[in-house]
């Protein structure tokens, strides 16, 4: 499933190759569960228009044009944006060219949990898919973490995971987080300290920024368009490692389940 770092990762492929693009021609199929919009008014949206910046909000994409708005793009959970030599199949719902750019742009979803929304200029403002995220968890801050910890006597892990305060933070990599900052899954949010808030904050944006990266270097086979192997794994301290000694200890890692989620961690490096 996609990931913030599979999408920044995307995004930072597709922006060299789109932005200040005209597009040319675009095709769409019927409406079916991915289109949020009317296909058909995404099209004429988009025809002619120029890419003015692809951005990212959490785990969603906004590919912005110049004086028309944007297009809200969701991968779900089998989503994927490619642009190279492909003969197009039933997985694809559209199809952008640009000119002057070799391959045309492809959307596909086998499972179609993907999401594409037309926006008008001022309605990212208003929608409430863009709204209710907190701040990317890529770029938020220690007071900003700090604050949202204060009076909250959920779990950490719980917090990490709420769309409303951290956009797009994940399972796996604030698992890995709590591991790097020795602090355990189930304490309240509340009580951890700034020293602790601020070694959260740094661990879980060096952990995203990592499979980023690795995303970057992958990228070709993640967006491959021949099914879902090709997606990264950065390398787990803790999560997935249930029984498995702790690299730092040899304490067996545990695993429980907070907030419907799992967790993983050392409950002796962690606490
Ligand atoms: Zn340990």
């Not at 990228?219 to 690299?247: M, T, W």
Request: glycine letters at 8%; proline letters at 5%; charged letters at 25%.
């Amino acid at each position: 499933m996609p990931e913030l770092p599979e999408v920044e990762s995307i995004r930072r492929k597709l922006v060299p190759m789109v932005a200040g693009r005209r597009i040319r021609d675009v095709s769409a199929v019927a409406r079916n569960y991915a289109f949020l919009s009317d296909p058909g008014i995404i099209r004429k949206k988009l025809s002619g228009g120029t890419v003015e910046a692809i951005e990212r909000r959490g785990k969603y994409l906004l590919l912005r044009l110049k004086q028309r708005g944007a297009l809200l793009i969701h991968l779900g959970m089998t989503g994927q944006i490619f642009s190279h030599a492909y003969e197009p199949d039933k997985h694809v719902h559209m199809t952008l060219v640009f000119a002057g750019l070799r391959h045309p742009v492809y959307f596909r979803d086998p499972r179609k949990f993907g999401k594409l929304l037309w926006l008008d200029p001022g309605e990212e403002y208003t929608e409430p898919r863009l709204t209710k995220l907190g701040h990317d968890a890529l770029s938020f801050s220690a007071e900003y973490l700090g604050k949202a910890c204060r009076n909250r006597s959920v779990a950490i892990k719980s917090l990490l995971l709420n769309q409303s305060v951290l956009a797009g933070a994940g399972n796996i990599y604030a698992d890995e987080a709590l591991f790097t900052a020795r602090i355990r899954p189930t304490r309240r949010a509340r009580t951890l300290n700034s020293k602790e808030t601020g070694a959260l904050t740094k661990a879980l944006r060096n952990v995203l920024e990592r499979a980023v990266k690795l995303g970057g270097s992958s990228i070709n086979d993640y967006i491959h368009p021949d099914g879902s192997e090709g997606y990264f794994q950065i390398e787990h301290k803790v999560y997935g490692r249930e029984g498995a000694p702790c690299l730092t200890c040899a304490t067996a890692i545990k695993r429980s389940v907070i907030g419907q989620r799992s967790a993983h961690y050392c409950p002796r490096c962690q606490r």
